[in-house]
């Protein structure tokens, strides 16, 4: 994963729980977003943690929490 790929976060878990109180199902996202930058890279975190951008806001992910859709280049 790197910044400017398209991606889909995973979070079937949740999705069919009405009471789920994750940041994707309180605002309703469809969990597409944009890599902006890599955080914390001084620290080993598994894939990575990542801030991205989604059609709700912004949230951080660890690369292991996400399907690449499209590669930037």
Do not use: H
């Amino acid at each position: 994963m790197q910044v400017g790929d398209l991606i889909r976060a995973d979070i079937k878990p949740c999705k069919n729980d009405v009471d789920c109180l994750c940041f994707f199902c309180i605002y309703e996202s469809n969990g597409i977003g944009l890599v902006l930058k890599q955080i914390g890279e001084g620290i080993k975190y598994p894939g990575g943690l990542w801030n991205v951008i989604f059609d709700v806001g912004t949230w951080r992910l660890y690369g292991n929490e996400v399907e690449v859709i499209n590669e930037s280049r």
